[in-house]
């Protein structure tokens, strides 16, 4: 099987209080939205974000589903983009869950939730190369 992810939808309550965050945020334009979802064309898959009720009934699940442990993330170029992107993020409805710091295994990232409360990790690592088109590649 090919190794890959397609989509990744994220349970929202507010399309327009997400689309803030995402737009104003990270800067980030839809490419297609309705009343209920919108899609963010990313590097080599789509961001989903979708109100809530309309994912669990896709699912056919109810609210009392609760999805394991997880954080989305974005790289950076430069350690001092992880502030940066951090501050825009929090100035679009984010909040910071963690501050900027460099954890034992090296780098420089923090934490910040969207207004759903879902976890993306800003990261910088100087072992990862971050091409002109954004792909990012594993590096030691």
Known sequence: MQQQISVITLGIDD?????????????????FENAEIAFYQMNGFV????????LEKDMMQ??????????????VGAREDVF????????AGGRVL???DAPDHG????YVADPDNNAWEIAWNPAWSIDARGLVTFGL
Not at 15 to 31: D, I, M, N, T
Not at 107 to 110: A, C, H, I, S, V
């Open 98 to 100: 963690r501050p900027a």
């Open 62 to 75: 109810n609210s009392l589903m609760r999805p394991g442990a997880f954080s989305l993330a974005h790289n």
């Open 15 to 31: 399309l327009a209080r997400s689309k803030r965050f995402y737009s104003e945020g990270f800067g980030w334009a839809p490419v």
């Open 47 to 54: 961001l989903g974000t979708w109100l809530r009720p309309e």
């Open 107 to 110: 780098g420089f990232r923090g």
């Open 84 to 91: 940066a992107v951090m501050s825009a993020l929090e100035s």
